[in-house]
């Protein structure tokens, strides 16, 4: 199913099993109307926008860049049984998490292995790796611009469907804030048989 951002989509909330979640209204390139529940509970977000809120041209945009990011690494905007394709699904929920949701607070480091080449070049889309120190990999997109010039943190969102690291279990949607010390780059010289399962 193609689906185009236009002025019909729509931010909204809706209960799932006792749970209000955030979701978007949009209109297929086929006519048909969709509700695409995000995995952010309204507890979870920052700001909230207005049921009804319009999805922003800065909003298509991160939309783009996540979904060309996905795309970099082989992963397309393909038909799927669902509403939307693997790739919308992590896209949608990266502009929900990139807008909305809460800021991490404390920079993680502790269980991740630094990159041994230093990524230089960090943008917003990418798709990177960051190994954990029981040598198991897990996928992330970078949500904001980096600056090539700062060692600061960078805001990542979780891209894979469920990974545990140390005593911590990460879900699809989870966002955290890491060195750029430990950022690969998509399943970098690390070698690592582990398959992992996209949302």
């Known amino acids: 199913m193609e689906i ?4 019909s989509w729509t931010w909204s909330y809706r209960v799932f099993d006792g749970q209000q979640f955030l979701g978007l209204n ?5 006519g048909h109307n969709y509700f ?3 995995n952010f509970m309204v507890q979870r977000l920052q700001t909230f926008p207005e049921d009804g809120q319009p999805f922003s041209v800065h909003e298509a945009m991160l939309l783009n860049a996540y979904m060309e990011g996905l795309s970099a690494i082989g992963m397309h905007s393909n038909d799927s049984s669902s509403n ?3 790739s919308m699904e992590i896209s949608l929920n990266a502009v929900a998490c990139a807008q909305f949701v809460r800021v991490p607070k404390r920079t993680i480091e502790f269980g991740f292995i630094p990159y041994p080449g230093h990524l230089r070049h960090i943008a917003l889309g990418q798709v990177v790796s960051l190994y954990s120190k029981d040598n198991r990999i897990s996928d992330f997109i970078v949500l904001d611009e ?5 060692d600061s943190a960078v805001r990542l969102m979780f891209a894979n469907r469920e990974f545990k690291i140390l005593k911590h279990m990460l879900m699809l949607g989870a966002s955290i ?3 750029r010390s430990v950022i690969c780059p998509f399943r ?6 582990h398959s992992m399962s996209y949302a």
């Open 4 to 7: 185009t951002p236009g002025e």
């Open 26 to 30: 949009f209109t297929a390139d086929n």
């Open 36 to 38: 695409f529940k995000t």
């Open 84 to 86: 939307v394709s693997t």
């Open 146 to 150: 980096v600056s090539d010039n700062t």
């Open 177 to 179: 804030k890491v060195p």
């Open 188 to 193: 970098g010289t690390i070698n690592n048989q």
